[in-house]
């Protein structure tokens, strides 16, 4: 994988601060615009959005009024500057951008709030962050989705006291064909929704505690009338998230997982796929995106980060034993040797016995 240069690096940086700065841009959206109405001799500001009704914001007479006009413009040309650093970086330094509308999507739960109330973009629009967090150009095939899956705690849902708008409402801006999909346990709570085209919006949480609630959607009282789908695995994915933007439109901040969690969540993830066409197909991807993030993170000497990701894995108990087992026993012998290689000199790197973590693992027939 190709090392990107220190000015490409650098953009983004840039870019996800800027981009972060101007989330919080919420009473006046960037896509309208400021103009100054007469009435009866006196001058106003309105502020003018496309698709939406005129809003007074006052008298342009008024000092703070008019100098939230000014940083409004300088936001605005923020914006411009922004685009023009995510298409240099997408252009030029071949970094990923997500396909249209998983980048509408992304964008529309951000501006909703999803991030500030810490959401977090899992899957593989969120694998396509790596490049940039990593400095690394991963290859474009393991990019390829069709859906979009965000995360959450239930206690960080509980205790935010606050929520995002109506999801369908968020999404319905987005692709007016979304709709809801009731629940495949019959229960009452709406875990994901569909366009017309088969497009697919998940919202997930973890499971920690009894199997009796997989299967079963759990109330989520920040997500705008969403519910969550409890999965297993899932708590150690999206602990410790790390920040990210998104290279579509003027730059999308979000949160995602580390990419050790990441990479060491993807070879549990393919254990428990269904034995169907599209789990297996599924699988397939879990195993490519882990490899590509593990040969990542070893040419970016970040082996000791996912050593102590592997260990804390490895000491939740059997059962997460026998999923890391499973996962690499599924791997064609040399990404399997090159991973546990990774593993090796990452222990080595925290002065720690690999053996005590169980590895190397022997092959699973």
């Keep these: 994988m190709k090392t990107l240069d220190l000015v490409y690096s650098t953009m983004l940086a840039e870019l996800g601060q800027r981009s972060l700065d101007g989330a919080f841009t919420t009473d006046f959206p960037l896509d ?5 109405v007469p009435v009866k001799g006196r001058d106003y500001w309105y502020f003018d959005q496309p698709g939406q009704k005129r809003r007074y914001a006052g008298r342009a007479e008024d000092i703070e009024i008019s ?3 000014s940083d409004f413009q300088a936001l605005k040309d923020d914006l411009r500057a922004r685009r023009r ?4 970086l997408t252009r030029e330094a071949y970094l990923p951008t997500p396909e249209r509308l998983s980048g509408d999507v992304v964008e529309a739960m951000a501006a909703a709030g999803l991030f500030r109330l810490r959401g977090i973009l ?7 962050c790596y490049s940039g967090l990593l400095g690394l150009r991963l290859p474009n095939q393991a990019l390829q989705t069709g859906d979009a899956d965000f995360a959450q705690e239930f206690a ?9 708008p109506p999801v369908l409402d968020v999404l319905g801006n987005v692709d ?3 709709r809801a999909v009731p629940h495949s346990s019959g229960k009452p709570g709406v875990t994901a929704f569909v366009n017309a085209n088969g497009y697919r919006v998940e919202f997930l949480t973890s499971n920690r505690g009894s199997d009796n609630y997989i299967g079963q959607p759990s109330p989520m009282p920040a997500l705008g009338g969403a519910s969550a789908e409890p999965l297993r695995f899932l708590d150690f994915l999206i602990r410790d998230p790390v920040r990210a933007v998104v290279l579509h439109g003027a730059g999308v901040p979000v949160l995602v997982p580390a990419p050790e969690r990441y990479a060491i969540h993807k070879l549990i993830l393919v254990t428990q796929r269904r034995k169907d066409d599209t789990g ?14 593990f040969e990542a ?6 082996t000791a980060d996912l050593a102590l990701a592997w260990s804390e894995a490895w000491n939740r108990g059997d059962g997460w034993q026998d999923a890391l087992r499973s996962g690499i026993g599924m791997l064609l012998d040399r990404p399997r040797e090159r991973i546990i290689a990774t593993l090796q000199a990452g222990f080595a790197a925290l002065k720690e016995r690999p053996d005590d973590f169980g590895l190397p693992l022997p092959k699973v027939e």
């Design 176 to 178: 007016s064909t979304f």
């Design 156 to 164: 960080v849902s509980a205790e935010v006291l606050d929520s995002i």
């Design 85 to 88: 650093i995510v298409s240099t």
């Design 32 to 36: 309208g615009r400021f103009v100054i």
């Design 122 to 128: 899992v899957g593989t629009v969120a694998f396509g």
């Design 280 to 293: 297996q197909s599924k699988s397939q991807k879990d195993l490519m995106q882990s490899t590509l993030l």
């Design 297 to 302: 993170m070893h040419q970016t000497r970040k």
């Design 67 to 69: 100098k939230r006009v």
